[in-house]
């Protein structure tokens, strides 16, 4: 990736240039705009550096950053971290859209890895929908998935008696034993060589 100076209305070209040889060509109202740097007062050579290898690690390309940020408006902001993130757990553009397509508006980048780090897709979505969840959101459906609901656990345990949201039903298939367990927490991104 390439920064240019910036120009007399502050903008920066950034020229990014893929191992196949793409290129895509950006312009930056502040730093904070640019893929793989950091906020102030953590920038540094080092830092930027680290961030390009962690992408370069799991395959972030100059046209996975395009498609990511014109899948969902929520996503244009998305940063180095965010990218490295969604890609590491596989994260999509396709999977972005299945998640439209099943009616989940109104999610970062932290929440489509955490979904799909459990599985969450838009088969799930509209099996949590058709049990009579249409009002859950990401947060709460990777809740519900992380500890293993389906809508065979929701129709048995309503045969059973039992009631609730889908956050009653996810606190209560989280009670193992007498005690709580917590759901699983998506995969870190790889670390760069050498931390």
Excluded: C, W
């Excluded at 395959?59 to 969604?86: K, N, Q």
């Excluded at 890609?87 to 553009?93: L, N, Q």
């Excluded at 439209?100 to 799930?124: E, T």
């Excluded at 005690?179 to 998506?186: A, G, H, N, T, V």
């Amino acid at each position: 990736m390439t920064v240019f100076a910036a120009d007399a209305q502050g903008r920066r070209k950034v020229v990014a240039r893929a191992p196949n040889g793409a290129t895509t060509v950006t312009y930056a109202d502040d730093d904070d705009d640019i893929p793989g740097f950091v906020s102030a007062p953590f920038r540094t050579h080092d830092n930027a550096m680290q961030n390009a290898i962690a992408m370069k690690a799991v395959g972030v390309t100059p046209e996975y950053i395009a498609a990511m940020r014109a899948s969902s408006p929520e996503l244009r902001d998305a940063d180095a971290d965010d990218l490295v993130g969604m890609k590491a757990v596989g994260v999509t553009p396709q999977y972005v859209h299945d998640l439209s397509a099943a009616g989940l508006r109104n999610f970062d980048a932290g929440d489509l890895a955490g979904a799909r780090a459990v599985g969450v897709d838009g088969a799930f979505i509209r099996e949590m929908r058709a049990a009579g969840f249409g009002d859950a959101d990401l947060s709460d459906l990777t809740g519900a998935r992380a500890v293993g609901i389906t809508g065979d656990y929701i129709r048995q345990m309503r045969l059973a008696g039992y009631d609730g949201d889908l956050g009653d039903f996810t606190a209560m298939r989280a009670l193992k034993d007498g005690r709580r367990s917590r759901p699983p927490l998506p995969p870190l991104p790889p670390r760069p060589p050498g931390q």
